[in-house]
């Protein structure tokens, strides 16, 4: 079924790097012809070496006050979390076809901090995507997800990609 979604990306910090900046451009572009893409990026909350896990979690918390502020209502919530569901790009690609099915074309992910997200948040969400048990920058996750997404669209068009 071909859908147009609407997508929204909420990432804690932002994109300093420009080659990060350029990717997010690119692959933006891209994705015009399949949905409509929004960006909104919540500050990063300063998390110093050594930090006990109750300042963790307050880090978390104050950064996930703001990712909940920013969620529109009624939107289909997909969280990056290390500890969510690992899928293969064409599982995932069958998730974005049958939100679409089921009338779900209003889609948020969302990418925490250095720290992860707050239990608030992972609480909120409508499913937990994890793209692997590795750890990577928050600001070069937003270029890999958003190459999935296209590639998911693609794979679900039946249009050429490579593997």
Partial sequence: MVTYMNITIISVGKIKEKYLKNAIREYSKRL?????????????????ENLSEAEME????????GILKSLKDGTYVIALDI???MMSSEEFAEKLDKLAIQGRS?????????????????????FRLSFSPMTFPHQLMKVILLEQIYR???INRGEPYHK
């Fill in 152 to 154: 998911g669209f693609r």
């Fill in 106 to 126: 209003d889609v948020t992910f969302i990418i925490g901090g250095s720290l992860g997200l707050s239990k608030d948040v992972l609480k909120r969400a409508d």
């Fill in 83 to 85: 500890e969510g569901k």
């Fill in 32 to 48: 015009s012809r399949y949905c409509k893409l929004k960006y909104i990026e919540v500050s990063d909350e300063k998390a110093p």
């Fill in 58 to 65: 307050n880090i978390k918390d104050k950064e996930g006050e």
